[in-house]
């Protein structure tokens, strides 16, 4: 596993994860930390959804 999709792995888990939070707690972890929807928040969500397209191409890529 390449160190961009070990990164892209380890953000897609954690935008899951505040999901969750968010649908058990109505709880918001990175707007709790970091600000409702500060600039470092709103880096935070663009990460984790572009770490989520990258991580597509896994569906399609070979592990033999």
Known sequence: MKVIDKIALVLVIIGAINWLLIGLFDFNLV??????????????????GISGLWSIR???ISHD
């Open 31 to 48: 707007d709790s930390i970091f600000g409702t929807m500060s600039l470092i928040s709103r880096i935070i969500y663009i990460l984790v």
């Open 58 to 60: 896994a569906l399609f």
